[in-house]
């Protein structure tokens, strides 16, 4: 099969001819119909991630169809669509599994990161972490759900019961959050790059009572904050525009350091936290509730050996929504691989 290799961190994704896979007891092989661009990508890419490995088939936003199943595998059929995401595999052993929170297992696994991931045709994926998805939809639009809108959904509820919503870097992640915080009659704050006008005016076409730069300040104190840009400086700033009793969320995988702070923003009772991973529970949840809002996602498509154009965009800040990998341009035949 062909397929986009990280050979290192720090280098380009090379175009490949691996091995076909096949299914092990308990695993799909999935044809990959598209598989969504994102942030996390650029984290493997640039070697910031400890649980990442190296050559790997980066993404984790994976929509496809089954084209075998493994031994003992009952719950889906050759054909159906399924959607494969970041949480790869988990013990089921440990303390934080058997208590319902597996996106906390010590050994998990990650798709795109510790196992091969969708830049590819075909994935192998434990069924027990994929989900069924919609026929009706566009592969490149469900995309995103599978990490963007499990993540975005995560965050939401971490947020608690906040009537004012702000939520820092307007992407992928955000512009879902955007649609869940609206259908819950929350009011959405964004906060951009400084200057950046096109991301406020998305953001304002979803619904944002407010956009500006992280650097602004809205008129009124905010319920909760989200953050989603992996900029440790933003913690800060949104514990200044929270009130007291709120919540800030980082949401992100990686994150720079977080500066010194004066202990006077935090009190008053407010809170940090992080959202990691996912939980099946997670997806079943999101994946039933989005298409009755219905969720609308935002993509900018780019042929799945035009990987590093679409992280390029990603990391400049370039792409309105998500950046979404589907297909392949003919071209010179990928260079062998027996990894």
């Known amino acids: ?19 076909d896979p096949r299914p092990g007891p308990g695993e799909l092989l999935v044809r990959v ?63 934080y599994c058997r208590s319902g929170r597996e996106n906390l297992c010590d050994r998990a696994r990650f798709t795109g990161c510790s196992v091969n991931g969708g830049y590819a045709e075909y994935v192998v994926a434990d069924a027990r972490f994929c989900f ?45 959050v955007a649609q869940l915080a609206r259908f819950q009659r929350q009011q959405v704050f964004a906060f951009t790059r400084p200057g950046d006008s096109v991301a406020q005016a998305f953001a304002r076409s979803l619904g944002a009572v407010w956009a500006g730069g992280s ?8 319920d909760a904050a989200i953050i989603f840009a992996p900029v440790g400086s933003l913690v800060p700033a949104a514990l200044r525009i929270v009130a007291k009793g709120g919540t800030v969320v980082c949401a992100g995988i990686h994150m720079s350091d977080i500066p010194r702070f004066p202990y006077e923003i ?30 609308r996602t935002n993509v900018v498509e780019f042929a799945m ?12 800040g370039a792409i309105s929504g998500a950046a979404v990998l589907t297909g392949w341009r003919s071209g010179p035949p990928p260079h062998r691989c027996s990894t």
């Open 132 to 176: 069924p998805l919609p026929d009706a939809a566009r592969a490149s639009e469900l995309a995103p759900w599978l990490c963007a809108g499990l993540i975005g959904h995560g965050a939401l509820k971490a947020a608690g019961d906040a009537r004012s919503l702000g939520i820092f870097g307007f992407g992928a992640a955000a512009h879902i």
């Open 215 to 222: 650097d602004e300040t809205p008129e009124q104190v905010l």
């Open 266 to 295: 935090l009190w008053g009772e407010r809170h940090i936290c992080s959202v990691a991973n996912l939980t099946r529970r997670d997806a079943t949840e999101f994946i039933t509730l989005a298409p009755t809002i219905p969720i």
């Open 33 to 95: 119909e598209a598989c969504g661009v994102c942030r996390t990508d650029l984290h493997v890419a640039d070697g910031e991630l400890p649980q990442a490995r190296y050559p790997i088939v980066p993404g984790h936003e994976i929509v496809g169809r089954v084209a075998d199943l493994g031994a003992g595998v009952d719950k889906f059929a050759t054909g159906d669509r399924v959607g494969v995401p970041w949480l790869a595999w988990t013990c089921g052993e440990c303390d």
């Open 1 to 19: 099969m062909q397929a986009m290799m990280l050979e290192a961190a720090g280098t380009p994704l090379s175009r490949r001819e691996l091995a």
């Open 305 to 316: 050996d035009q990987g590093n154009e679409a992280l390029s965009a990603l990391r400049t």
